[in-house]
Nanobody, 120 residues
Framework: QVQLVESGGGLVQPGGSLRLSCAAS????????MGWYRQPPGKQRELVAT???????TYVDSVKGRFTISRDNAKNSVYLQMNSLQPEDTAVYYC??????????????WGQGTQVTVSS
């Protein structure tokens, strides 16, 4: 079983910054893709950014140039640096990881979520 624990959410004023962290623990062989998703109030969960084990990144258009995803493979961790935050970035942010528990079994795990609120 693979557990993901997020941290770093909170309340920030428009134009401010936050850095989210997510650490994976448990029994696994490898973690391939890691990513961040968010669910705004009353809306569906959406992809924010992903990063492969090799460092290839993707971003949703609305955060390009403002958010940066990174990972530390040695620490099984992924980060999301969020700059120039706007009220529309308010959401619960979830970490996701996909990998392999064994040669024949894969996993896909979610964190519990961390609240990000952008408001003056």
């Amino acid at each position: 079983q693979v557990q993901l624990v997020e941290s770093g959410g909170g309340l920030v004023q428009p134009g401010g910054s936050l850095r989210l962290s997510c650490a994976a623990s448990g029994s696994f062989v490898t973690i391939n893709a890691m990513g961040w998703y968010r669910q705004p109030p009353g809306k569906q969960r959406e992809l924010v950014a992903t990063i492969t084990s090799g460092g290839t990144t993707t971003y949703v258009d609305s955060v390009k140039g403002r958010f940066t995803i990174s990972r530390d493979n040695a620490k099984n961790s992924v980060y999301l640096q969020m700059n120039s935050l706007q009220p529309e970035d308010t959401a619960v942010y979830y970490c996701k990881a996909d990998g392999r528990i064994s040669l024949f079994k894969s996993f896909s795990s979610w964190g519990q979520g961390t609240q990000v609120t952008v408001s003056s």
